[in-house]
């Protein structure tokens, strides 16, 4: 495929490229952003005019520079062996196709998509959402020869793609429908996706009937359209094979193709935990299961939750010890179907076990929770600190302060109220109560995994922890 006549390259070779915020001419989505989208339909022929491309709105050269704008993308395709149940695998090949651009960095989906184009980049003439479908459309016909005709529109009017999200949503949570009610124990076969490789080279995704992969876009239907149009590509079948532990989701036939596709990095995976052989995470996950240890319970945050969560983090900052294709035990990337799922971190006590989530998340799930959990998990209404999400817990009788007493963590929680009572002390040198096990990631430079630290029933008095790496001389 020749793009000779563009501005710029377009090749594997700039997937993963990272483009820095001082390096950034315009930012497209992302946090900052309320709405932006990107959808793609299976249209019939005669609704599709091929190769047309339109932009409504400023274009690419008319924002400002080092700005922040909306962007909604909508691409209709067409084709004999089209069809909807293709349409959120295709859809995610935007993510790989805007990828292939030099200079352009790409990340997420659906209504999550956050784009940024380089300096260099534009200045060598990459100023228009033009050039972007001229790579959309050589790209899909190419490499997906079952589109015949492709039409794609960018929204850059914020009127107008307020309109467009709306139709958007509904059309991403009818796809999402369509997967409920099949199980996992039906079904013989699972979907791999190493779409995101190129962003965490130790990553793949296993999806299967009852969990969405991480990004939110792929179901197992989605999974099976796309290896059977395109059995080469980077959605793969999984036979299960042998059932290590069906409880746990543990699968000889997953645990060979992480082994395979990972090159031996991960080789075992259970499904439905976030502590036990947790499932890889790539960067793309649509929210974070994160442990808090304090009180012995899972918190649920979304990309685009501002501020901190309860335990003070913010998403940004869990989502640097969670992505990267690691397995950190406690840090799990999710996708928010993930939490309508019976299957839900089954192994980590599931819904018994979530203690927290933003309330824009309760909303989206309400229904899917369990009747006798869901108006006594507290959201950034009911709580905004670890102190207050205890007495919380407490006052609402949680079943997860059950495990307090199983693990002794009741009797712990008292203690400190009695020595607050007692004797008041500023927070940086409140004892740092930890009921069962804690685990915490330290990130080591250059990207590398770092150092792991994990505390069992400690009890630790500190007003300042410092942690030095040692070089070769100042250890002799």
């Not at 022929?45 to 400023?58: N, Q, W, Y």
């Not at 909306?70 to 090949?93: N, S, T, W």
């Amino acid at each position: 495929m020749s793009f000779e006549d563009l501005p710029m390259e377009v090749g594997v070779i700039y997937e993963g490229e990272r483009i820095r915020k001082g390096d950034m001419q315009v930012e497209l989505g992302g946090p900052k952003i309320e709405k932006k989208f990107e959808l793609v339909l299976a249209k019939k022929a005669a609704e599709v005019e091929d190769g047309k491309i339109t932009v409504v709105g400023p274009d690419l050269k008319d924002l400002d520079e080092g700005g922040y704008h909306p962007l909604g993308i909508l691409i209709e395709v067409a084709g004999k062996e089209v069809e909807e149940d293709l349409e959120g695998v295709l859809e995610r090949h935007v993510h790989e196709y805007t990828n292939f651009m030099e200079g352009v960095m790409h990340l997420n989906q659906r209504y999550d998509i956050w784009i940024r184009i380089s300096k260099k980049s534009f200045q060598k003439g990459l100023n228009s959402f033009k050039v972007f479908g001229q790579v959309y459309e050589r790209l899909y016909k190419s490499e997906l020869p079952i589109i015949e005709k492709i039409q794609i529109t960018f929204f850059t009017d914020p009127d107008k793609i307020a309109e467009q999200f709306d139709a958007a949503i509904k059309r991403y949570d009818e796809r999402d429908a369509r997967a409920r009610g099949l199980k996992d124990e039906e079904v013989d076969v699972f979907y791999g996706c190493t779409l995101c490789q190129s962003f965490a080279p130790t990553h793949c995704c296993t999806i299967t009937a009852q969990r969405y992969a991480n990004c939110g876009a792929i179901s197992w239907f989605d999974g099976r359209a796309a290896a059977r149009v395109d059995p080469k590509g980077p959605l793969f079948s999984i036979e299960k094979g042998d059932v290590i532990d069906e409880f746990k989701g543990e699968y000889k036939g997953v645990n060979q193709a992480y082994k395979e596709k990972t090159l031996g990095a991960v080789t075992e995976v259970c499904l439905y935990s976030a502590f036990d052989k947790p499932h890889t995470s790539c960067g793309c996950f649509e929210a974070i299961a994160f442990i808090i240890p304090e009180v012995d319970g899972l918190g649920l945050v979304h990309r685009d939750y501002k501020g901190p969560s309860v335990n003070g983090l913010p998403f940004s900052t869990m989502a640097d010890s969670t992505a990267g294709g690691r397995q950190i035990p406690g840090f799990h990337g999710v996708s928010i179907e993930y939490m309508r799922s019976p299957k839900f971190l089954q192994v980590d006590g599931g819904w018994e076990r979530v203690v927290w989530l933003p309330k824009a998340i309760k909303d989206r799930i309400y229904d899917f929770m369990p009747d006798n959990l869901r108006d006594i998990i507290p959201t950034e209404n009911d709580v905004s600190d670890i102190d207050e999400l205890k007495r919380y817990l407490q006052d609402h009788n949680h079943p997860v302060v059950e495990r307090w007493t199983e693990t002794g963590a009741a009797a712990r929680l008292e203690e400190e109220e009695r020595v607050e009572e007692a004797a008041p002390t500023t927070q940086a040198s409140q004892p740092f109560m930890m009921p069962g096990q804690m685990m915490t990631t330290v990130p080591a430079a250059g990207g590398s995994p770092g150092f792991q630290i994990i505390f069992k029933n400690a009890k630790i008095y500190a007003e300042k922890v410092i942690i030095k790496r040692l070089d070769e001389k100042a250890k002799k």
